[in-house]
């Protein structure tokens, strides 16, 4: 019997899984697909820079539409003014004003760029977007990113890529328990584990993608993902117990045979 888990809800549309995938990197389309499925994944993330739209041939889009909710991303985005223009891009291509903000400040590290991504932010809000952005695992930015309206906060657990797992998970805890908006971890998962640790931390969700499209068999790791999240949700719902410094029996010593 399977323990149902609370949905997860952001500007009032409801999802079942708590896993976005990224559509990048993978070995061919194909393993991109098959590996979407066993993720379980209802939110696909693309970026809109490194998408034909001249529509030659079947693009993205067309092999993604009507079985995903499609959230577009700004990544390759360097200011805030480049991020707003390629988020009206997708309204206008996908008939979709939700957008993953990114607003990349450095190249090596790909750090976001707080003061370009609050301003983009701001702009986007105002515009009628729901915007979930990309951001450092900084309790402060993410609370002015709450307070600007953004509908969900994505601190990054390491630098994208990297697969360095959740780095900081005591900040990611003050974000958590500081913001009232979904907070869904966005890169440096690496593998199934990490994933787990996000969601047991009290995490609404977890977004990635090298670590399936660059995985060995990216199906398989698309499925372990899949169950790590909704291992880490049923664990952080149910309630991890106390950590104690020192033993205590699990078995009860009333009652015990007398020796």
């Known amino acids: 019997m399977q323990t149902p888990t609370v949905p997860l809800t952001i ?144 601190p990054l657990g390491a630098p994208i890529g990297s697969g360095m797992g959740i780095r900081n998970p005591y900040n990611i805890q003050i974000i958590r328990e500081q913001c009232q908006v979904p907070v869904i971890v966005d890169a440096g998962v690496g593998t199934a584990s990490d994933a787990a640790i996000a969601m047991e931390l009290g995490c609404d969700g977890v977004l990635l993608n090298s670590a399936v499209a660059q995985a060995r068999d990216p199906v398989k790791m698309a499925r372990a993902m899949r169950l790590a999240i909704e291992a880490g949700r049923l664990a952080y719902e149910a309630g991890r117990m106390p950590r104690r410094l020192y033993a205590s029996a699990s078995s009860p010593l009333e009652g015990r045979i007398q020796l």
């Open 11 to 154: 500007a009032g549309k409801t999802f079942r899984s708590r896993l976005f995938l990224g559509t990048a990197r993978y070995p061919n389309q194909q393993v991109m697909l098959d590996a979407l499925e066993a993720s379980g994944a209802e939110v696909v993330t693309v970026a809109m820079r490194r998408v034909s739209l001249d529509g030659q041939a079947e693009n993205l889009f067309d092999l993604l539409r009507g079985r995903y909710h499609i959230l577009p991303n700004t990544a390759g985005c360097y200011t805030a003014r480049d991020a707003v223009l390629t988020a009206q891009l997708a309204r206008e291509a996908l008939g979709t004003n939700w957008i993953k903000l990114e607003v990349i400040g450095d190249d090596e590290t790909l750090f976001p760029d707080v003061e370009q991504l609050l301003q983009a932010a701001q702009e986007l809000v105002d515009d009628g977007f729901v915007v979930l952005p990309y951001c450092n695992d900084d309790p402060v930015t993410c609370k002015k990113l709450e307070a600007i309206g953004c509908a969900a906060v994505m």
